[in-house]
T-cell receptor, first 111, second 116 residues
Framework: AQSVTQPDIHITVSEGASLELRCNYS??????LFWYVQSPGQGLQLLLK??????LVQGIKGFEAEFKRSQSSFNLRKPSVHWSDAAEYFC?????????FGAGTILRVKS | ETGVTQTPRHLVMGMTNKKSLKCEQH?????MYWYKQSAKKPLELMFV???????ENNSVPSRFSPECPNSSHLFLHLHTLQPEDSALYLC???????????????FGPGTRLTVL
């Protein structure tokens, strides 16, 4: 069955530090991959997506993610975190007409 | 109004009540979705509608009853719920349901449901 694993439930980084959120997926074919962010009390907002082509994709708010087929990974990165990035981040893979989500990673930013 | 809206934003109901959640999308999309988000669990897809026809029902209990009168509106009718049904219910829409570059899902802010 298709699945998405986000190994880190919580991550705390200092403002200005770099960030990497991990995501591994299980899917037989070439996946469509997504990262969403959810601020408290809000719905999910799409940060970026990968369908094909360049394995390094750029998203909104300065985020990027790299698709590595050999590692079945799609890690999210940001070179310098801002306090407003504190939120919950979800990785997802599209399977048929479904999005299968990971359990999420809560990002805390300390000043 | 733009995007995907959901009402109410918060709902408290007893186990014997009947209530409905409403979702409206202003994006001209053909597909709409209901998700359940419980604490510390991945989002669970509940229902998928494409052109007002239900195309997915993920073994959801019958106490949840969806309705899609047109491609812009989606309802979730609730009756005789249980406390474990307390969660954030998210609505989403997309251009269509096929796996393609056009299947980006846009989410509403959710309805926080508490069942007493």
């Amino acid at each position: 069955a298709q699945s998405v694993t986000q190994p880190d439930i919580h991550i705390t980084v200092s403002e200005g530090a770099s960030l990497e959120l991990r995501c591994n997926y299980s899917y037989g074919a070439t996946p469509y991959l997504f990262w969403y962010v959810q601020s408290p009390g809000q719905g999910l907002q799409l940060l970026l997506k990968y369908f094909s082509g360049d394995t390094l994709v750029q998203g909104i708010k300065g985020f990027e993610a790299e698709f590595k087929r050999s590692q079945s990974s799609f890690n999210l990165r940001k070179p310098s975190v801002h306090w407003s990035d504190a939120a919950e981040y979800f990785c997802a893979v599209e399977y048929g007409n479904k999005l299968v989500f990971g359990a999420g990673t809560i990002l805390r930013v300390k000043s | 109004e733009t995007g995907v809206t959901q009402t109410p934003r918060h709902l408290v109901m007893g186990m014997t009540n009947k209530k409905s959640l409403k979702c409206e999308q202003h994006l001209g999309h053909n597909a709409m979705y209901w998700y359940k988000q419980s604490a510390k669990k991945p989002l669970e897809l509940m229902f998928v509608y494409s052109l007002e026809e239900r195309v997915e029902n993920n073994s959801v209990p019958s106490r949840f009853s969806p309705e899609c009168p047109n491609s812009s509106h989606l309802f979730l009718h609730l009756h005789t719920l249980q406390p474990e049904d307390s969660a954030l219910y998210l609505c989403a829409s997309s251009q269509d349901t096929r796996g393609s570059s056009y299947n980006e899902q846009f989410f509403g802010p959710g309805t926080r449901l508490t069942v007493l």
